[in-house]
């Protein structure tokens, strides 16, 4: 039997998705009655198989040789191309979309557990179907039939691959001031005209089209944000038959060169800048509106907000990568001695540096780190199985509340401490830690982007406390306390070492609560929002010390070395990081505004 890979524990996974989470019980319901313990298991093998023969095989390679664009053509590795056709073929692309697509039908939850083998053992590589598939999950849920048959059923089957386009040279994240602009065709159609960049997958040729969504304003309509639309812009337009016909005017001015994700091609993007024309002269990209003009943030958002999660996942597969090679190379590498008399004689045999306690440490906190996201992960992707098959409404609903006050944490929390794995893991390594031989420098510096990815930390700071936190008078917070509440009194119940950890995480919960309301209490959202970013932490570590007193609770009595771990990780989170809220709860009752006084003249 082959040894595990180093991208994601099989054994942790088993446990979350199906002891703690119980996805098997989908199984029950309607919607993926078609499915079994056997099937899930079924697609995770699949994956693990395919991320290790034709994505960890090229990972280094795609990072020292990026994509090149010659002037008229993007060149990429012909590895990425090999790996891609692989995955398009086993159908995993569309494992988590519905059967009349193509697709598998796979619960959200066992589809981000497989997509997460991928983005252990090549993030560069596998933003190209991330991206294809975000695209067309919005298009499925706002586009007509015929973008949906033009377009999304070739994505699905991996011949097309998507964009999206929102990030301007001149706006960056300030989407209110998005210029492109798009004009109306007698026919229907539109010409859009600007420039988009940091479009990853913008151009390249490992795919017969791209399928670009792009906001654009149309002329007249409503400034700022409410008058953006979203338009398909693809890079070949595509016949009644679905064959290619001509290139379409949007061409890349050229590639954008990150510290990480090297191997995805990131563009400058320009529209109807004159490099292509249309039939009779005119120029101007030809787009197709998706759904009803001004409302394209909106439907923007559908893919965003998967994105989020999605990109949390990607923090996390790094993170777990990094801490399972920092963890063997721990057990392999000996140095030193035991800090015994018997340590100090130095004729006696090293000792591997796992013996070692404050390498114990940093191995611990990487494990809560990773193993602590990927519960927070697979919860949420739980939640949109809920909101897709739960029996009632009511469920329905509650499901949503939870999932969208966890958005933002879900995204930017696992990209905060799943680097401060990656951090660890070069720590562990030593001196071999910062060279290229080694794969934990460069998971630190893919990592490092999704601080950044689809909003940054500060921005989702402003998410949660700015909107989602209060939208409805707060009612996804107080579903998100209903859900940590019963949480605590089963651990509670349960008595002993569990009720203790429970009682320090209630104590914590009910500090989110007076705190949230206690920076609302002036009336000016200034005040309220200087100091979101600590919000969005200290709110972050209080749900992941709850992720972790749930499955404290699921390992039962169970005293193996797997569960003993999963013990152990609880209580250093609960022990070492969840007290880190107290003084961060300190500073935002005393609503600090030391940062919003702070004038440009005295940085």
Excluded at 81 to 101: H, P, R, T
Excluded at 305 to 317: D, Q
Excluded at 363 to 387: F, I, M, N, P, T
Excluded at 537 to 562: K, Y
Aim: hydrophobic fraction near 40%.
């Amino acid at each position: 039997m082959a040894a595990p890979s180093l991208l994601l524990s099989r054994r942790d996974l088993d446990f979350q998705l199906h002891t703690w989470l119980d996805t098997e019980a989908l199984t029950r319901r309607a919607r993926y009655a078609e499915h079994s313990r056997e099937t899930f298991d079924g697609a995770l093998e699949l994956s693990e198989r395919i991320a290790v023969e034709y994505f960890a095989t090229h990972n280094k390679k795609n990072d020292q040789e990026e994509p090149r664009f010659d002037g008229e053509r993007v060149h990429t590795l012909p590895e990425v191309a090999d790996a891609l056709s692989a995955f398009a073929k086993s159908g995993l692309l569309a494992s988590a979309m519905d059967e009349e697509f193509g697709g598998m039908g796979l619960p959200e939850t066992v589809a981000l557990a497989c997509f997460s083998f991928f983005q252990a053992a090549n993030v560069g590589t596998a933003a190209y179907p991330f991206l294809t598939l975000g695209n067309a999950r919005l298009l499925c849920a706002h586009g007509s039939r015929e973008q949906i048959d033009t377009y999304v059923r070739p994505m699905l089957e991996g011949r097309f691959f998507g964009t999206m386009c929102l990030s301007e040279p001149q706006a960056g994240s300030s989407l209110a001031d998005v210029a492109t602009r798009a004009e109306e065709r007698a026919d229907g159609t539109y010409r859009l005209f600007g420039s988009k960049m940091w479009i990853s997958g913008g151009d390249h040729e490992l795919s017969e089209n791209i399928v670009h969504l792009v906001l654009a304003r149309i002329p007249g309509g409503p400034p700022g944000v409410k008058g953006l639309s979203l338009f398909i812009v693809p890079k070949y337009l595509v016949g009644a038959d679905g064959t290619l016909g001509e290139r379409n005017d949007v061409v890349p001015a050229g590639l954008n060169h990150k510290m990480g994700y090297r191997g995805t091609t990131n563009a400058l993007l320009n529209f109807g800048e004159g490099a292509r024309h249309r039939p009779g002269g005119e120029a101007g990209a030809v787009g197709y509106l998706v759904g009803e003009q001004h409302r394209g943030l909106s439907y923007m958002f559908h893919m965003m907000n998967g994105a989020r999660i999605g990109v949390g996942a990607g923090a996390m597969a790094l993170g777990y990568t990094g801490y399972l090679k920092s963890l063997a190379y721990a057990r392999e590498r000996p140095q030193g001695r035991p800090l015994t008399a018997r340590g100090r004689d130095a004729s006696t045999p090293q000792v591997p540096i796992v013996e070692h306690t404050d390498v114990r440490r940093m191995l611990l906190a990487q494990k809560s780190y990773v193993e602590g996201a990927l519960g927070l992960l697979l919860y949420c992707s739980r939640l949109v199985d809920e909101q897709n098959s739960a029996p009632t409404d009511q469920e329905r609903g509650r499901a949503g509340l939870l999932l969208d006050v966890l958005t933002p944490i879900a995204k930017s929390w696992p990209s905060q401490w799943c680097l401060e794995a990656n951090s660890l893991a070069i720590q562990v390594h030593g001196g071999y830690g910062y060279t290229r031989e080694y794969d934990v420098e460069q998971h630190y510096r893919d990592n490092r982007l999704n601080p950044i990815h689809e909003g940054t930390h500060g921005i989702q700071g402003l998410d949660l406390l700015g909107r989602r936190a209060v939208l409805d008078d707060g009612a996804g917070l107080r579903a998100l306390g209903e859900a940590v509440t019963a949480t605590v009194e089963r651990a509670m119940a349960a008595g002993g070492e569990a009720a203790q950890l429970a009682d320090a995480l209630r104590t914590r919960w009910e500090r989110v609560t007076t705190v949230t309301a206690r920076l609302w209490e002036t009336g000016d959202p200034a005040v309220a929002l200087a100091n979101s970013s600590v919000y969005l932490e200290a709110v972050g570590h209080v749900v992941v010390a709850w992720i972790w007193l749930s499955q404290f609770l699921a390992t039962g009595e169970r005293d193996d070395d797997f569960h003993r771990g999963k013990r152990q990780a609880a209580r250093y989170f609960f022990r070492h990081e969840l007290p880190r809220t107290d003084p961060q709860f300190a500073l935002l009752e005393a609503r600090d505004t030391t940062a919003l006084e702070t004038e440009d003249g005295w940085l």
